[in-house]
């Protein structure tokens, strides 16, 4: 069987469950579902199945991309439905197909935050918001294996707009870098908190709404 | 999701741990159903997600239709810290609804380690500590599970006990309780009503009365509460409830498989081992039952292994033909099979190499006594000979590393059982070098002891725990008598150990030391990274009661022990008398070979024990 590839969501309380765990119910749940994984040949074999950008604890996405492997000839509809019978509560298949592009085509991601803020004037905050992310350069401090370093998230942005979401809640639609470099939604929040704490916001959270390629056609 | 929780999640380790959302759980209509019941259990999510009892108990209880069971875990260190900064109360995962909200709240406590939880997650559901302190019916704070067969230290928070197998017991429970919410009862009358229910146990109906020397004086009921608790069993295992579609945690836990019980209770009577008498009578399943339930659950849940629980798994009879039944569905999905507590036996290693064809695991050898002496004292049926035969076999068929248990303190136990020891793991190593094929691999023999524990209900219910000094001693003699360098010794020092002595007799005094212990911060006592030997010391001193009294001192046979009031069905004459027999190095038959008439057969109706 070819590779398959399938689009899933990930949210409500599935969010918390970390990239490792979610590879584990995945396998889990293919196997209630009735298919069996292909494993790879050689000393150590492991099931082949992948995600294409690991998502951080925390973060929802209507967009996760998983290629796999199964030792059986499948119809996609049948796949997708019987996996979604197995799933826990918040993860969702929403299509399953045959998987023809590169995940290395991967460029951009559109992520839409929402930035709540306890007791600020909302309509005051958003001018601000939009102002901040006109800078030239966005330095902020990132964890990385080699310890901490700064990196300019400026140029991982690619567009940011700020929208009310009602009361105390500012929404953010950005298009940001996915690969080469990869950009983590929550350095946006970060930047905010260390360079500007006047309009950061109490708590923000992220999802990942769509992937492009670099030409900005959905990557499927 | 609530909002505290959302901010909170974000930052503790492993949140998925306390969302709840797994497949399988059990979600219903709030408002249609009459009872809710928070199932607690005081330990950890990884802990608790590993217990079979949780497991069956939260589908039985669901098999009520006027009933919601939701699952409740103690949050570890930083997600405690994290509730208690945003004010949030203890939740149930399901729902994630506030304890404080539920009609029932229902502990599962396996071991004594976790009285300070069990406190803790009540106040963390601002719900008052003590029995007295709650008036009303609702909610109700019930406990059951194996560290209630001496309810005495724990009686004073605890609405009611259920003593022995919950299957059938908590579902009359709850059904009582469902008609006294209905029509309005007291917290009084539904107490003195469930404690004509086999099984449970009312302490409030129940006074306590001591000696000038401080032994226990009495313990009379009144209201009509019988003056000695028989523990509820199921009689038949066949047709007990046993769930094949349990949640499937999506974070790793202890116990990370499918689950399958071959038989309650055990044939073999070691002398200190408690769980060799509370579980009594023997009663085994069929293997073609566990094998379908075992398949069955492979498919609803996706695990990737089966593991067979017992206290002895070599002596349920059919294993050989179980593990054929088993492994002719696991072999091909790669499915694997565990079995944890073989005995060290020719026929062990068989069933190990067919089990394991591929992956060689250690050996585990639980020896407990350094000399035959030793081991006939304690009624422990393994012999030199088993254990070297057993090697020699495994050795020579690619095994290299061998793990033995002890346990130091034993009753009868001298310097000589000790060095024996170290003999043993000689002998161990001089097998190895005769019998490996590859001896380039090495080998690895590894010594572990731990401190004997006295426990309520098992011969050895009267006796003194060796001192935390005395300890210390048999190990460094233990520790200069290893000389090989392939032996390594690991001993488990005795601290918690005296604690547990003190805890698992005591009686209801008890209760203000550990009341004391979780004021002064005490929670998740099992684990050692909470548990502080000087917060339990303190609190023994605090409270004027003396932790050797319950710990290192040898009760009369003629004195009333805390736990008299529960029956779990082995007479107290038979418990004195392998008491009598372990003094004399006297072996007794196990069940199989000829039955002691232990008195546990009576609480069977329609047929007769280990049938
Ligand atoms: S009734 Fe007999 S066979 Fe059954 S547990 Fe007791 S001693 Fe053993």
Same mark, same amino acid.
Not at chain 1, 35 to 64: D, T, W
Not at chain 1, 82 to 90: A, I, Q, T, V
Not at chain 2, 12 to 31: F, H, L, W
Not at chain 2, 397 to 426: C, F, H, Q, R
């Given at each position: 069987?070819?590779?398959?590839?399938?689009?899933?969501?990930?949210?409500?309380?599935?969010?918390?469950?970390?990239?490792?765990?979610?590879?584990?119910?995945?396998?889990?749940?293919?196997?209630?579902?009735?298919?069996?994984?292909?494993?790879?040949?050689?000393?150590?074999?492991?099931?082949?199945?992948?995600?294409?950008?690991?998502?951080?604890? #925390?973060?929802?996405?209507?967009?996760?991309?998983?290629?796999?492997?199964?030792?059986?000839?499948?119809?996609?509809?049948?796949?997708?439905? @019987?996996?979604?019978?197995?799933?826990?509560?918040?993860?969702?298949?929403?299509?399953?197909?045959?998987?023809?592009?590169?995940?290395?085509?991967?460029?951009?991601?559109?992520?839409? #935050?929402?930035?709540?803020?306890?007791?600020?004037?909302v309509?005051?905050?958003?001018?601000?918001?939009?102002?901040?992310?006109?800078r030239?350069?966005?330095?902020?401090?990132?964890?990385?294996? @080699?310890?901490?370093?700064?990196?300019?998230?400026r140029?991982?942005?690619?567009?940011?707009?700020?929208?009310?979401?009602?009361e #105390?809640?500012?929404?953010?639609?950005?298009?940001?870098?996915?690969?080469?470099?990869?950009?983590?939604?929550?350095?946006?929040?970060?930047?905010?908190?260390?360079?500007?704490?006047?309009?950061?916001?109490?708590?923000?959270?992220?999802?990942?709404?769509?992937?492009?390629?670099?030409d900005?056609?959905?990557? @499927? | 999701?609530?909002k505290?929780?959302?901010?909170?999640?974000?930052?503790v380790?492993?949140?998925?741990?306390?969302?709840?959302?797994?497949?399988?759980?059990?979600?219903?209509?709030?408002?249609?159903? /009459?009872?809710?019941?928070?199932?607690?259990?005081?330990?950890?999510?990884?802990?608790?997600?590993?217990?079979?009892?949780?497991?069956?108990?939260?589908?039985?209880?669901?098999?009520?239709?006027?009933?919601?069971?939701?699952?409740?875990?103690?949050?570890?260190?930083?997600?405690?810290?994290?509730?208690?900064?945003?004010?949030?109360?203890?939740?149930?995962?399901?729902?994630?609804?506030?304890?404080?909200?539920?009609?029932?709240?229902?502990?599962?406590?396996?071991?004594?380690?976790?009285?300070? !939880?069990?406190?803790?997650?009540? /106040?963390?559901?601002?719900?008052?500590?003590?029995?007295?302190?709650?008036?009303?019916?609702?909610?109700?704070?019930?406990?059951?599970?194996?560290?209630?067969?001496?309810?005495?230290?724990?009686?004073?928070?605890?609405?009611?006990?259920?003593?022995?197998?919950?299957?059938?017991?908590?579902?009359?429970i709850l059904?009582?309780?469902?008609?006294?919410k209905?029509?309005?009862?007291?917290?009084?009358?539904?107490?003195?009503?469930?404690?004509?229910i086999?099984?449970?146990?009312?302490?409030?109906?129940?006074?306590?009365?001591?000696?000038?020397?401080?032994?226990?004086?009495?313990?009379?009921?009144?209201?009509?509460?019988?003056?000695?608790?028989?523990?509820?069993?199921v009689?038949?295992?066949?047709?007990?409830?046993?769930?094949?579609?349990?949640?499937?945690?999506?974070?790793?836990?202890?116990?990370?498989?499918?689950?399958?019980?071959?038989?309650r209770?055990?044939?073999?009577?070691?002398?200190?081992?408690?769980?060799?008498?509370?579980?009594?009578?023997?009663?085994?399943?069929?293997? =073609?039952?566990?094998?379908?339930?075992?398949?069955?659950?492979?498919?609803?849940?996706?695990?990737?292994?089966?593991?067979?629980?017992?206290?002895?798994?070599?002596?349920?009879?059919p294993?050989?033909?179980?593990?054929?039944?088993?492994?002719?569905?696991?072999?091909?999905?790669?499915?694997?099979?565990?079995?944890?507590?073989?005995?060290?036996?020719?026929?062990?290693?068989?069933?190990?190499?067919?089990?394991?064809?591929?992956?060689?695991?250690?050996?585990?050898?639980?020896?407990?006594?350094?000399?035959?002496?030793?081991? =006939?004292?304690?009624?422990?049926?393994?012999?030199?000979?088993?254990v070297l035969?057993?090697?020699?076999?495994?050795?020579s068929?690619?095994?290299?590393?061998?793990?033995?248990?002890?346990?130091?303190?034993?009753?009868?136990? !001298?310097?000589?059982?000790?060095?024996?020891?170290?003999?043993?793991?000689?002998?161990?190593?001089?097998?190895?070098?005769?019998?490996?094929?590859?001896?380039?691999?090495?080998?690895?023999?590894?010594?572990?002891?731990?401190?004997?524990?006295?426990?309520?209900?098992?011969?050895?219910?009267?006796?003194?725990?060796i001192?935390?000094?005395?300890?210390?001693?048999?190990?460094?003699?233990?520790?200069?008598?290893?000389?090989?360098?392939?032996?390594?010794?690991?001993?488990?020092d005795?601290?918690?150990?005296?604690?547990?002595?003190?805890?698992?007799?005591? =009686?209801?005094?008890?209760?203000?030391?550990?009341?004391?212990?979780?004021?002064?911060?005490?929670?998740? /006592?099992a684990? !050692?990274?909470?548990?502080?030997?000087?917060?339990?010391? =303190?609190?023994?001193?605090?409270?004027?009661?003396?932790?050797?009294?319950?710990?290192?001192?040898?009760?009369?046979?003629?004195?009333?022990?805390?736990?008299?009031?529960?029956?779990?069905?082995?007479?107290?004459?038979?418990l004195?008398?392998?008491?009598?027999?372990?003094?004399?190095?006297?072996?007794?038959?196990?069940?199989?070979?000829?039955?002691?008439?232990?008195?546990?057969?009576?609480?069977?109706?329609g047929?007769?024990? /280990?049938?």
């Amino acid at each position: 069987m070819n590779k398959l590839r399938m689009r899933f969501s990930k949210t409500g309380r599935a969010v918390y469950i970390s990239h490792l765990d979610l590879m584990h119910t995945m396998q889990r749940a293919i196997s209630r579902a009735g298919f069996s994984l292909k494993y790879s040949e050689g000393y150590n074999p492991h099931p082949q199945i992948s995600i294409a950008l690991p998502l951080s604890v #925390g973060m929802s996405s209507r967009c996760e991309i998983m290629d796999l492997r199964l030792n059986e000839e499948v119809s996609f509809d049948d796949f997708r439905d @019987r996996l979604n019978s197995s799933l826990p509560e918040g993860i969702e298949v929403l299509e399953v197909y045959e998987a023809e592009e590169k995940v290395s085509s991967v460029k951009w991601l559109r992520v839409r #935050g929402t930035l709540e803020y306890d007791d600020r004037d909302v309509l005051q905050v958003l001018p601000k918001l939009t102002e901040f992310f006109e800078r030239e350069n966005i330095p902020v401090m990132k964890k990385s294996k @080699r310890g901490l370093s700064e990196t300019d998230i400026r140029p991982m942005i690619r567009e940011i707009r700020f929208s009310s979401g009602g009361e #105390g809640i500012v929404i953010a639609d950005a298009l940001i870098s996915a690969a080469e470099p990869t950009l983590n939604p929550d350095l946006i929040t970060a930047a905010l908190v260390t360079i500007c704490p006047p309009i950061a916001p109490d708590f923000a959270s992220y999802e990942r709404m769509e992937v492009f390629k670099p030409d900005m056609e959905a990557f @499927r | 999701m609530d909002k505290r929780l959302k901010r909170i999640l974000p930052r503790v380790q492993k949140p998925s741990r306390y969302t709840g959302g797994e497949y399988n759980q059990i979600i219903k209509d709030k408002e249609a159903v /009459d009872l809710r019941v928070a199932f607690c259990f005081p330990d950890t999510y990884e802990i608790g997600m590993s217990n079979l009892g949780m497991s069956i108990l939260y589908h039985t209880m669901n098999s009520l239709d006027f009933v919601w069971c939701e699952r409740v875990f103690a949050p570890w260190g930083d997600m405690y810290e994290e509730m208690k900064k945003a004010g949030m109360p203890l939740y149930a995962l399901e729902s994630g609804d506030p304890v404080s909200e539920f009609d029932a709240i229902a502990f599962s406590i396996g071991y004594e380690m976790a009285y300070t !939880t069990v406190l803790d997650m009540l /106040d963390m559901s601002g719900i008052p500590l003590r029995s007295e302190g709650r008036d009303g019916l609702l909610p109700i704070v019930m406990a059951g599970g194996s560290a209630c067969v001496n309810a005495e230290p724990m009686a004073p928070f605890i609405d009611l006990f259920l003593i022995g197998e919950g299957e059938e017991m908590d579902n009359d429970i709850l059904s009582l309780l469902h008609t006294a919410k209905h029509e309005g009862w007291s917290k009084k009358e539904f107490l003195i009503k469930a404690a004509q229910i086999q099984g449970v146990y009312v302490p409030s109906l129940y006074e306590a009365a001591y000696n000038d020397d401080g032994t226990v004086k009495a313990y009379t009921p009144r209201d009509g509460a019988p003056a000695r608790v028989l523990k509820r069993i199921v009689e038949d295992l066949d047709a007990a409830p046993y769930p094949t579609d349990p949640v499937v945690p999506s974070t790793e836990v202890v116990h990370d498989r499918v689950s399958l019980e071959l038989f309650r209770g055990c044939v073999r009577g070691c002398r200190f081992c408690q769980a060799g008498y509370i579980y009594r009578p023997i009663r085994s399943k069929k293997p =073609d039952t566990l094998i379908r339930q075992g398949i069955e659950a492979v498919q609803n849940t996706g695990h990737e292994e089966i593991s067979l629980l017992s206290l002895s798994t070599s002596d349920y009879r059919p294993l050989s033909g179980l593990c054929d039944g088993l492994l002719e569905y696991c072999e091909p999905r790669s499915v694997g099979l565990a079995l944890p507590s073989l005995r060290a036996d020719n026929f062990s290693v068989e069933i190990m190499e067919k089990i394991q064809k591929v992956r060689k695991s250690g050996l585990t050898f639980a020896v407990e006594g350094g000399s035959q002496r030793l081991r =006939d004292a304690i009624n422990k049926n393994v012999t030199e000979e088993d254990v070297l035969n057993t090697c020699a076999l495994a050795f020579s068929g690619g095994w290299n590393t061998v793990k033995l248990y002890y346990m130091l303190g034993l009753p009868t136990e !001298t310097d000589e059982d000790i060095v024996g020891i170290a003999e043993m793991s000689e002998k161990i190593l001089h097998c190895w070098r005769v019998n490996a094929k590859n001896k380039n691999r090495g080998v690895r023999i590894t010594v572990s002891t731990s401190c004997f524990i006295p426990k309520p209900h098992s011969p050895f219910q009267w006796e003194a725990q060796i001192t935390q000094e005395e300890y210390l001693r048999r190990v460094n003699l233990l520790r200069s008598s290893i000389k090989a360098k392939n032996v390594v010794y690991n001993w488990h020092d005795a601290e918690t150990s005296v604690i547990e002595a003190a805890l698992s007799r005591g =009686d209801r005094r008890m209760a203000d030391v550990i009341e004391t212990v979780f004021r002064n911060g005490g929670r998740l /006592d099992a684990w !050692t990274d909470y548990f502080s030997y000087e917060r339990w010391n =303190d609190a023994f001193c605090s409270c004027g009661l003396d932790r050797d009294f319950y710990a290192s001192r040898e009760r009369p046979v003629e004195e009333v022990l805390p736990w008299d009031v529960i029956d779990v069905g082995v007479r107290k004459s038979l418990l004195l008398r392998e008491k009598e027999r372990a003094y004399r190095s006297e072996l007794s038959p196990d069940c199989r070979k000829s039955c002691s008439a232990c008195g546990a057969a009576a609480l069977l109706k329609g047929r007769g024990c /280990d049938e």
